[in-house]
């Protein structure tokens, strides 16, 4: 492993690969979305979510939309972790000022999944992958992604963004059978689903266990890290060379056998890691993500400047991705992000 100087080509992957780069490479999970004003303007014209989702031509621009502003070192897919079930046959919606809805799963709705017939039902996703791919420059990667099967199956069986998801958690220590048999098949799903996407044109893709957190030590084995081995070893076999970013939120100090065991190439940090704690239990050379709090994004000014200093400061001499510790909050001015980049573009070595 060695510093490497800033390249013309894909800094994001030479990262990605074990590489130092600084100033790192940046992107920012819910970079495209309502804090931008051209992003409210696209959404205004479309019936829904999922028909912006699903029209490749509108969901392209909205995924360029921050590159094009900021310059940043990646586009991510403009989609939706619930697109899968969508694509399963099962019912999505989104309310406005309620977030996604669903009927909560039963288990003899399990039965009734087959993910088989996903490839027409993601064909205008993996068109919008396409349009993006052809429009970015020599040195912006495309990223695709997914959710985690558990993450997944939380929206699945509470039917909507529940506090603490208890019906899930009440659901896979009840009836462990069935709730295998659920994260069998997202697994499943899941690897077709980002099979498909890099196949399309996506260099990189990414897990979003965003709800990893909720699980006890021996469950988050079962039903993150297992399923997360199983997506990446399968991809590894089927799309060599493509990085896997793994992201267990909250999932605290169960990270770190999640990135010894679970195959990824690299693995994001929410906005409560520690840096300084995880840096010791891990390889040197795993790329980390992250872990700008979006908060202090959303702040600007002096906050945000100390904010950025710190977490270039603690992910310095590894290889390193600066990202948020979650997604932009929709109320973050564009000028701050603007800032954001600006302060980690204009960032000189630590002495």
């Not at 490497?4 to 990262?15: D, F, G, I, N, T």
């Not at 019912?91 to 996604?100: D, K, L, N, S, Y």
């Not at 077709?192 to 890099?198: F, G, R, S």
């Not at 699980?215 to 993150?224: E, I």
């Given at each position: 492993?060695?510093?490497?100087?800033?390249q013309?080509?894909?800094?994001?992957?030479?990262?990605?690969?074990?590489?130092?780069?600084?100033?790192?490479?940046?992107?920012?999970?819910?970079?495209?979305?309502?804090y931008?004003?051209?992003y409210?303007?696209?959404?205004?014209?479309?019936?829904?979510?999922?028909?912006?989702?699903?029209?490749?031509?509108?969901?392209?621009?909205?995924?360029?939309?921050?590159?094009?502003?900021?310059?940043?070192?990646?586009?991510?897919?403009?989609?939706?972790?619930?697109?899968?079930?969508?694509?399963?046959?099962y019912?999505v919606?989104?309310?406005?000022?309620?977030?996604?809805?669903?009927p909560?799963?039963?288990?003899?709705?399990?039965?009734?999944?087959?993910?088989?017939p996903?490839?027409?039902?993601?064909?205008?996703?993996?068109?919008?992958?396409?349009?993006?791919?052809?429009?970015l420059?020599?040195?912006?990667?495309?990223?695709?992604?997914?959710?985690?099967?558990?993450?997944?199956a939380c929206y699945?069986?509470?039917?909507?963004a529940?506090?603490?998801?208890?019906?899930?958690?009440?659901?896979?220590?009840r009836?462990p059978?069935?709730?295998?048999?659920?994260?069998?098949?997202?697994?499943?799903?899941?690897?077709?689903?980002?099979?498909?996407?890099?196949?399309?044109?996506?260099?990189?893709?990414?897990?979003?266990?965003?709800?990893?957190g909720?699980?006890?030590?021996?469950?988050?084995?079962?039903?993150?890290?297992?399923?997360?081995?199983?997506?990446?070893?399968?991809?590894?076999?089927?799309?060599?060379?493509?990085?896997?970013i793994?992201?267990?939120?909250?999932?605290?100090?169960?990270?770190?056998?999640?990135?010894?065991?679970?195959?990824?190439?690299?693995?994001?940090?929410?906005?409560?890691?520690?840096?300084?704690?995880?840096k010791?239990?891990?390889?040197?050379?795993?790329?980390?993500?992250?872990?700008?709090?979006?908060?202090a994004?959303?702040?600007?000014?002096?906050?945000?400047?100390?904010?950025?200093?710190?977490?270039?400061?603690?992910?310095?001499g590894?290889p390193?991705?600066?990202?948020?510790?979650?997604?932009?909050?929709?109320?973050?001015?564009p000028?701050?992000?603007?800032?954001?980049?600006?302060?980690?573009?204009?960032?000189?070595?630590?002495?």
């Amino acid at each position: 492993m060695h510093t490497e100087p800033k390249q013309a080509v894909k800094p994001l992957l030479r990262v990605l690969r074990g590489n130092i780069v600084f100033p790192p490479p940046i992107w920012l999970m819910r970079q495209a979305g309502r804090y931008l004003p051209e992003y409210r303007a696209v959404r205004a014209k479309a019936k829904d979510f999922i028909a912006l989702c699903t029209d490749p031509k509108s969901a392209a621009e909205v995924t360029l939309q921050p590159v094009r502003r900021f310059g940043f070192d990646a586009a991510i897919l403009f989609s939706d972790i619930l697109m899968l079930p969508w694509a399963l046959g099962y019912t999505v919606r989104f309310a406005e000022g309620e977030g996604p809805l669903l009927p909560p799963l039963q288990p003899a709705d399990i039965d009734r999944l087959d993910w088989h017939p996903l490839d027409s039902a993601i064909a205008p996703i993996l068109e919008t992958i396409q349009r993006v791919r052809s429009c970015l420059d020599s040195q912006t990667t495309l990223i695709g992604f997914a959710g985690g099967p558990f993450t997944v199956a939380c929206y699945m069986v509470d039917g909507k963004a529940a506090e603490g998801f208890p019906l899930t958690r009440a659901f896979a220590w009840r009836r462990p059978e069935e709730f295998s048999r659920l994260i069998n098949l997202l697994t499943e799903a899941t690897i077709a689903y980002l099979k498909a996407q890099v196949d399309s044109g996506a260099e990189v893709v990414m897990l979003f266990e965003s709800s990893a957190g909720l699980l006890s030590p021996r469950l988050f084995s079962d039903y993150v890290t297992a399923p997360t081995a199983r997506i990446a070893a399968t991809l590894r076999a089927q799309c060599p060379g493509v990085p896997v970013i793994g992201f267990p939120r909250l999932a605290g100090l169960n990270v770190v056998r999640y990135a010894h065991t679970a195959g990824i190439q690299a693995m994001g940090l929410d906005t409560t890691a520690d840096p300084e704690m995880i840096k010791p239990l891990l390889s040197s050379e795993m790329p980390l993500q992250g872990n700008l709090d979006p908060a202090a994004l959303l702040a600007g000014g002096r906050a945000l400047a100390q904010e950025v200093a710190a977490v270039l400061a603690a992910f310095s001499g590894r290889p390193h991705v600066f990202n948020l510790g979650h997604g932009v909050l929709p109320e973050t001015p564009p000028q701050h992000v603007a800032e954001l980049v600006r302060l980690v573009r204009s960032a000189t070595l630590p002495s």
